[in-house]
């Protein structure tokens, strides 16, 4: 139980471009996901809290206008990095949390390559 | 500000041997500790977490001490085995369960 997927698990664009990026939980309903953020070499930085039905919480530093999040029903959960520039490019890791203790349980990652 | 860091960026043991990865935190208010392991590629994987008002708790081949007086966390894994290699990262468990990521420390074993 509690599986977290996420899709596509690789991208490559062109700079400029948008690419959406979905998170689901597969096997339980999520009313908050995370969006981290995941440099070569680097750990986890949380970029935004999504919230079902309501608008994201970003972190400080995080531009809202870039990174769209839409979490539109209690599996799914997308980011959207818009005009995408090489140093987008990362690995970007959603989790969702389940359970009593509100466990975060991790997608697999996409990894974003920006040309 | 807050943090969790790592004292070690990368320990190389036998196969066989036990395996201490350290963390330390500056937030005293921290009452929730996770332990990740994340392979390449791939997403973190929960390993165990302990609570501020415990200083010791095992799980399967792994135990986590939490020393509140140096605000020092270790993840000790016993008989390391190869599929032991990964990173591995300690977590912080703030508010609205937000979680703080340690840097992270590459355990190399060596058959």
């Known amino acids: 139980g509690a599986v977290v997927s996420q899709h596509p698990s690789r991208v490559i664009c062109k700079s400029g471009t948008s690419v959406k990026i979905e998170c689901r939980s597969l096997d339980f309903q999520a009313t908050t996901m995370f969006w981290y953020r995941q440099f070569p070499k680097q750990s986890l930085m949380l970029m935004a809290t999504s919230n079902e039905g309501s608008k994201a919480t970003y972190e400080q530093g995080v531009e809202k206008d870039k990174f769209l999040i839409n979490h539109a029903s209690l599996t799914l959960s997308t980011l959207t990095v818009t005009s995408a520039h090489p140093e987008d490019s990362s690995f970007y890791i959603c989790s969702a949390e389940q359970g009593p203790d509100n466990e975060q349980f991790f997608g697999p990652g996409t990894r974003l390559t920006v040309l | ?111």
Not at chain 2, 38 to 66: A, H, Y
Request: aromatic residues 8%.
């Open chain 2, 1 to 111: 500000g807050e943090s969790v860091g790592l004292h070690l960026p990368t320990l190389s043991v036998q196969e066989g041997d036990n395996s201490i990865i350290n963390c330390a935190y500056s937030n005293s208010a921290s009452d929730y500790f996770i332990w990740y392991k994340q392979e390449s590629g791939k997403g973190p994987q929960f390993i165990i977490d302990i609570r501020s008002n415990m200083d010791k708790r095992q799980g399967q081949r792994v135990t986590v001490l939490l020393n509140k007086t140096v605000k020092h966390l270790s993840l000790q894994i016993a008989a390391t085995q190869p599929g032991d290699s990964a990173v591995y990262f300690c977590a912080r468990g703030g508010a609205g369960n937000m979680l703080t990521f340690g840097g992270g420390t590459r355990l190399m074993v060596k058959p």
